[in-house]
């Protein structure tokens, strides 16, 4: 799902995959929360447009229940 969130070209592919991250059925909280340092890696990369780094930033906020924006800075 990571892999998908990061790499897929498809933006519906990306929102499936960071709704999947944040709250699908497949993963307990312990394994979403093992997706959080990559989702923090993400969230500072260069290469990811808008609406992905936005999508990362709603994963965050679902997985850990914290208020982020929707960017690095």
Do not use: C, W
């Amino acid at each position: 799902m990571l892999e998908s969130l990061h790499n897929d070209a498809g933006l519906e592919v990306r929102k499936r995959a960071a709704d999947d991250l944040a709250h699908g059925g497949l993963l307990d909280q312990q394994q979403r929360m093992s997706a959080v340092p990559s989702l923090l890696q993400y969230s500072y990369d260069p290469t990811l447009d808008a609406p992905t780094r936005a999508l990362v930033f709603q994963a965050l906020r679902e997985i850990t229940s914290q208020s982020l924006p929707d960017d690095a800075s």
